[in-house]
């Protein structure tokens, strides 16, 4: 989850010197379990020289800390600096799907922008799945349940199965049925 390095990280200053070390020793410290040094030297490194990998590791620790709307306003502004980083978008989803006032609309929102952005991954897919099953769009949910499985989440079997029987289920529901009358 957390990363320390942006994809053009080059300490030119040393201003930039230290906001990265500040976030090398941030993923250090989250390695180690101590969240809160983490989020201290993350925060130092935004406040030293803002970018996406630093507010991106930021969120992380406030994620982890539960400090929801923190962690929304962090992956919020990384996507502003790197609207293409999947992660940040899907960490955001996880984030409005955990918060006390849920919104799964925005959580559907951001995992679609993720699967655009990372086709081919497996937890995305399976992610996006999920909430669209919750929202009750099942064909689609189907689709990126099996999207998922094709691309190695073997758990996803068991959606597969459940989705499929859900959809046979509301389809024959919804199918006349043949009425006979005896006499």
């Given at each position: 989850?957390?990363?320390?390095?942006?994809?053009?990280?080059?300490?030119?200053?040393?201003?930039?010197?230290?906001?990265?070390?500040?976030?090398?020793?941030?993923?250090?410290?989250?390695?180690?379990?101590?969240?809160?040094?983490?989020?201290?030297?993350?925060?130092?490194?935004?406040?030293?020289?803002?970018?996406?990998?630093?507010?991106?590791?930021?969120?992380?620790?406030?994620?982890?800390?539960?400090?929801?709307?923190?962690?929304?306003?962090?992956?919020?502004?990384?996507?502003?600096?790197?609207?293409?980083?999947?992660?940040?978008?899907?960490?955001?989803?996880?984030?409005?799907?955990?918060?006390?006032?849920?919104?799964?609309?925005?959580?559907?929102?951001?995992?679609?922008?993720?699967?655009?952005?990372?086709?081919?991954?497996p937890e995305i897919a399976f992610n996006l799945a999920s909430v669209l099953e919750a929202f009750g769009r099942l064909?689609?949910?189907?689709?990126?349940?099996?999207?998922?499985?094709?691309?190695?989440?073997?758990?996803?079997?068991?959606?597969?199965?459940?989705?499929?029987?859900?959809?046979?289920?509301?389809?024959?529901?919804?199918?006349?049925?043949?009425?006979?009358?005896?006499?």
């Amino acid at each position: 989850w957390a990363s320390s390095k942006t994809p053009h990280s080059t300490a030119s200053d040393p201003a930039e010197e230290e906001a990265l070390l500040c976030l090398e020793q941030g993923t250090q410290k989250l390695e180690e379990g101590d969240v809160e040094g983490a989020k201290r030297l993350y925060q130092r490194s935004v406040d030293i020289k803002r970018n996406a990998s630093s507010l991106f590791n930021l969120g992380v620790t406030h994620y982890h800390l539960k400090e929801f709307d923190e962690a929304i306003h962090s992956w919020k502004l990384a996507i502003e600096f790197q609207p293409s980083s999947a992660d940040a978008h899907t960490n955001l989803a996880s984030a409005y799907l955990n918060h006390t006032e849920s919104r799964p609309d925005l959580a559907l929102q951001h995992l679609q922008i993720a699967a655009k952005l990372a086709p081919e991954d497996p937890e995305i897919a399976f992610n996006l799945a999920s909430v669209l099953e919750a929202f009750g769009r099942l064909p689609e949910a189907l689709d990126y349940y099996k999207r998922s499985k094709r691309f190695g989440i073997e758990r996803a079997d068991v959606q597969i199965e459940a989705v499929s029987l859900q959809i046979a289920i509301l389809s024959a529901s919804s199918s006349p049925h043949d009425v006979y009358v005896f006499s």
